[in-house]
């Protein structure tokens, strides 16, 4: 007898989140490779074009099947919130976000089981960068998880904490499984014309964001104003239509016109060619949200600076300089790290150290083992 786990890919068949689309291809291929004897591992997709199945399908090879809902995503999304039928199906779910059928099941009888996924907690700590469509989608699917999920997952220990406080009655039910930077994430041989082609300088501070407050680009910019390093910086995942916000904010801050570039999400290829010429990654923020792009310097050995918290300070542990969130220290400790050559280096190994302590195969196998404890 062949047991199925089903992972729901809505974000492979209609993404919304460039780093949650990543992060559903990069846990399916893990489970796929990491099936212990006699399991495998099926799709779930709201309805599609046929063109972007088949991309799928060549994206995630070694799928046993693909399960695709009579529904778009959208209706799709709308039929979850409410509860109601899907045509999903049962059986062991698992989904790498909230999106899947939490309702009424029997997991002692039938063998059905559903477990989903929480990144972050922005739809409670700060909604007003959402819209209020996924403000309350979000909360009213956490609703449905605390009635009907079998587990929910969230990537650090600090989070799990903290959703203690979001939903109590979960508190049992929750599981920590960190995810990783993509699988074989390294600077691609072809770097410099990468660079050449986003037009990004050579020697830079990255960050990562927008305007949104919880993203704190605002005190990214002061600290390295103050920090009296004469680098470029340069600002990945911008959202599209917000450079000029982005420029003001750097101008507020201090920092010369000249210094700043701002890209918007990059392929995964891109994004490591553009870190193989980054100086340090300087991490502002202290959210409540997986780090994504700190997980991704520390794959590639980029020196860290990122501002103290519960997440970073779980997640980079020694790998980077875990600094006050104030602009004065950061800087401070953006000019120490960037000091001297043999400081940057030293930097550099840590970070290559503890990001080999991440990867979607350890992530994979802690899946199959929940579901199996399940």
Known sequence: MVATLRIVLDQLAAPTDPDLALASRELALALIEAAP??????????????????????????????????????????????????????????????????????????????????????AWEAPDELSRTAVGWQRAMLKRAVKHADALVVPTHSMARQLEELAPRLSDRVRVIAGAAPAGFAVPSDEIGRRRVLDVPEGFVLLSGGVAASDALSLGF????????????????????????IAELASASGLPERSLHTRGALETADRAAVFGAAVALLAPATRWAFPWRVLE????????????????????????????????ALGSSLASALGSTAAADRLGVLAADRGRVFSWRGTADRVWQLHADL
């Open 297 to 328: 310097a520390l794959a590639v050995g980029v020196p860290v600076i990122a501002a103290q918290s519960p997440v970073h300070a779980e997640t980079i542990v020694d790998g980077g300089m875990l600094v006050e969130a104030d602009a004065e």
């Open 37 to 122: 004897p006699a399991c495998e591992v099926e799709g779930i997709i709201p309805t599609a074009p046929v063109a972007r199945v088949d991309e799928l399908l060549a994206d995630v090879p070694g799928l046993a099947g693909l399960h695709k809902v009579a529904l778009a995503r959208r209706e799709l999304s709308a039929a979850l919130q409410l509860g109601v039928a899907t045509g999903i199906g049962g059986g062991m779910i698992h989904s790498p976000t909230l999106f899947a059928p939490l309702v009424k099941h029997d997991r002692v009888h039938d063998n059905d089981q559903t477990v989903v996924t929480l990144w972050d907690f922005r």
């Open 222 to 245: 002061s600290a390295i104003a103050r920090s009296g390093l004469d680098v470029p910086v340069l600002v990945i995942d911008a959202p599209e239509g917000e450079e000029p916000a």
